[in-house]
């Protein structure tokens, strides 16, 4: 069995309504999300870009869990299928 398809739509409307970022921009047909940490916490903060596209790869999906700090690719993906 194959992997679920993902869109970019699909990925960034989970970082934001079910993360900590918000669109910061849209440059082209990528939207560029942001998060800041709060104050108390000691990392600094995170810029991901998330293409406006109608399936994204594997390699894509995994770049965009990185940058938005994922430790496990498989709960990224768990994590997308139960909030998308």
């Known amino acids: 069995m194959g992997r679920r398809r993902y869109s970019g739509e699909d990925v960034r409307k989970v970082l934001v309504n079910h993360g900590p970022f918000y669109v910061d ?3 082209g047909d990528h939207y560029i999300l942001r ?3 709060p104050a108390d916490h000691d990392s600094s903060s995170r810029t991901v870009p998330v293409p406006d596209h109608d399936d994204l790869s594997t390699g894509t999906l995994r770049a965009i869990g ?3 700090g994922m430790k496990d690719f498989q709960a990224f993906l768990d994590w997308l299928d139960r909030n998308s």
């Open 35 to 37: 998060w800041e940490p």
């Open 66 to 68: 990185e940058q938005a």
């Open 25 to 27: 921009r849209i440059r």
